[in-house]
């Protein structure tokens, strides 16, 4: 059984910071591409950061570019995202996403952030 377990969120006042991480079993994770996905109320899904399976490259959205950063482990099948100087623009659930081709595909259930005095 496929499962993506999120953790990490809660709330956290602008310019702080936060790690979530994504806990995955039931695939080969080393064999899957990585990111983070953020969706905040009234808002479209957006991509925030990708991982390659290997983890030798990373990229960002230009919102997050400097602020957050994404890694994973593939000996603990964990993926996380650093996030730091959090803005109140930030605030969404937190989504992460396994890849591996269009079909093979899978989703967590997301965390909340919320960023704010």
């Known amino acids: 059984q496929v499962q993506l377990v999120e953790s990490g969120g809660g709330l956290v006042q602008p310019g702080g910071s936060l790690r979530l991480s994504c806990a995955a079993s039931?695939?080969?994770?080393?064999?899957?591409?990585m990111s983070w996905y953020r969706q905040a109320p009234g808002q479209e899904r957006e991509l925030v950061a990708t991982?390659?399976?290997?983890?030798?490259?990373?990229t960002y959205a230009d919102s997050v570019k400097g602020r957050f950063t994404i890694s994973r482990d593939n000996a603990k099948n964990t993926v996380y995202l650093q996030m730091n100087s959090l803005k109140p623009e930030d605030t969404a659930v937190y989504t992460c996403?396994?890849?591996?081709?269009?079909?093979?595909?899978?989703w967590g259930q997301g965390t909340l952030v919320t960023v704010s005095e």
């Open positions: 996403n396994a890849r591996f081709n269009p079909r093979f595909e899978y």
């Open positions: 039931g695939f080969t994770f080393s064999n899957y591409a």
């Open positions: 991982i390659t399976s290997a983890g030798s490259k990373t």
